[in-house]
Nanobody
Framework: QVQLVESGGGSVQAGGSLTLSCTAS????????MAWYRQAPGKQRGLVAT???????DYADSVKGRFTISRDSAKNTVALQMNGLKPEDTAVYYC???????????????WGRGTQVTVSS
């Protein structure tokens, strides 16, 4: 089994900062791409940022220049540093990872349970 556990959510005023963290645990042969998604009330879940196993990053246009994704492959963690937060960043943030559990298995997609980020104006 594989688990993704997020932490670091909370409430902050506009312009503030938060750092989210996600740790993957369980049987992991290879941890491939990792990402953060978010879902605001009444909206679909959308991609925020991704990072490949080699460290290549990509961001949604709405967060470019404000958010930074990073990973520690030795610890199976991914982080999202969020600066200059805006009320429109309010959402539940989900960690996502593509994981190969065994050398012979296919890659599977895993999700964390999410962590709430609330930004007040």
């Amino acid at each position: 089994q594989v688990q993704l556990v997020e932490s670091g959510g909370g409430s902050v005023q506009a312009g503030g900062s938060l750092t989210l963290s996600c740790t993957a645990s369980g049987t992991i042969f290879r941890l491939n791409d990792m990402a953060w998604y978010r879902q605001a009330p009444g909206k679909q879940r959308g991609l925020v940022a991704t990072i490949t196993s080699s460290g290549i990053t990509d961001y949604a246009d709405s967060v470019k220049g404000r958010f930074t994704i990073s990973r520690d492959s030795a610890k199976n963690t991914v982080a999202l540093q969020m600066n200059g937060l805006k009320p429109e960043d309010t959402a539940v943030y989900y960690c996502n990872a593509v994981i190969k559990q065994y050398s012979w298995s296919l890659n599977n997609n895993y999700w964390g349970r999410g962590t709430q980020v609330t930004v007040s104006s």
